[in-house]
């Protein structure tokens, strides 16, 4: 795998974006907290950009499988360099509706862009190295959450937050010149083992046949929604345990506690794979998921909130390389775009739920009763998951990629 030009070219993309990635969310967060006092306010706005994503998402999936992956990938990557100016603008005119235009922009070229790497990651590499290759991409991008999130506290240190959005500029600059250097086969997988007896109906309509025929893929997505309980507050509730241990320090110690042990997490796993069964390392993490959103009761305390994080951090770090492996996998080729953006779809609309329920409960009940809630409903939801999955014995590791779509 190693030897392959293109995992090195999108790793290296991986790294240069996601600094720019996280510097501008460490911006954004700097810039709602000076400018937004209410927290569901500050959901709101977050959550207006990921509708925009959430509507364009089925022509997304439809584009992203019927042109040329590479050139989806440029255009939507020039299209989050420009959309960064106008966090320039909102900071410079002190508007808000500015930040609302770069959330809406924002989201729109992720929504085409995420799905299309997603999808091209199996192009570049073969079936029994996606594991170690979607491991290995997640791990990257949280070494660039890392480095992202502390060069960012040291830029606002010493310099004015406009810098943070420049250097996001340039980082995504950097991104589309990796992204021009992939030498892809797109020929490959278009060739899937899928009969569409409607092929006029495309979009989302023909991913529902593939996910009632293939129901560990149906299950693993629907085992994905547990950590977008945590994930889904994330920001919110690093800033209220920010407010509560009165410490700006701890933000960056929460998000470099979670990022090392993500990254631990996504290496550790290869070794997990070979002795737990595909099922048995989605619902254990699930499990732990749940446990770690409960710690967040002792969200006074430093050590046991970063503990949390840290927890949370190694869980998903093994949880979602798993499952891309199996949706990369399960998944006919010729469908990839449409799944991933559905799946995309999906996530955002989770998300932009918990974020306007985080937002409001945070408000109305506090953070430590919100996460008990959320804790809850995780463990409650990965029992539920459990007993249907051994119910209707699904097999998660099944790996047969022929389907005729009714």
């Known amino acids: 795998m190693w030897k392959n030009r293109n995992v090195w070219i999108i790793l290296v993309g991986e790294m240069i974006a996601g600094l720019g990635l996280w510097s501008g969310i460490i911006g954004n967060l700097e810039f709602m907290q000076v400018r937004i006092p209410s927290d569901f306010l500050k959901s709101v706005i977050m959550a207006i950009g990921l509708l925009a994503g959430i509507l364009v998402g089925p022509l997304a999936g439809k584009v992203i499988d ?5 050139t989806v990938l440029l255009i939507s990557g020039f299209g989050r360099m420009i959309s960064v100016s106008f966090m320039l603008i909102a900071i410079g005119t002190g508007s808000i509706w500015w930040m609302v235009a770069f959330m809406i922009s924002i989201q729109l070229s992720a929504a085409f862009y995420f799905p299309a790497l997603q999808a091209t990651i199996p192009l570049v590499v073969k079936d029994e190295n996606l594991l170690q290759m979607n491991g290995w991409h997640m791990n990257v991008a949280t070494m660039a959450r890392v480095i992202g999130t502390a060069l960012a506290g040291v830029v606002l240190v010493y310099w004015s937050l406009d810098s943070l959005y420049y250097m996001s500029i340039i980082a995504y600059g950097g991104l589309l010149i990796t992204t021009y250097l992939l030498r892809i086969d797109e020929e490959e997988g278009k060739e899937a083992k899928v009969k569409v007896s409607a092929p006029g109906k495309g979009g989302f309509m023909e991913v529902f046949p593939i ?30 345990i920010s407010e509560i241990q009165d410490s700006a320090s701890i933000k960056g110690t929460i998000y470099a506690a979670e990022g090392i042990a993500f990254m631990i997490g996504t290496i550790v796993v290869k070794y997990i794979a070979k002795k737990w069964s595909t099922s048995t390392i989605l619902f254990f993490f699930a499990f732990i998921i749940g446990l770690a959103e409960l710690i967040l009761i002792f969200a006074a305390s430093p050590i046991l909130s970063v503990t949390a994080f840290a927890v949370f951090g190694f869980a998903v770090g093994s949880f979602f390389p798993t499952a891309m492996t199996i949706f990369q996998k399960q998944m006919p080729k010729a469908f990839h775009g449409r799944f991933f953006s559905f799946r995309n779809m999906l996530e955002r609309v ?14 109305l009940i506090g953070l430590q009763w919100m996460v008990v809630v959320f804790g809850v409903l995780s463990l409650s939801l990965t029992t539920i998951f459990l007993i249907q999955m051994k119910q209707r014995n699904i097999k998660l590791d099944t790996n047969d990629q022929t389907i005729e779509i009714a």
């Open 66 to 70: 019927q042109s040329k992956k590479k």
């Open 211 to 240: 996910l009632k025929s293939y129901p560990a893929v149906m299950m693993t997505l629907v085992m994905t929604l547990i950590p977008l309980l945590f994930i889904g507050s994330f920001n919110l509730l690093v800033i209220n």
């Open 350 to 363: 989770i998300f932009q739920v918990v974020l306007l329920a985080t937002g409001a409960l945070l408000d």
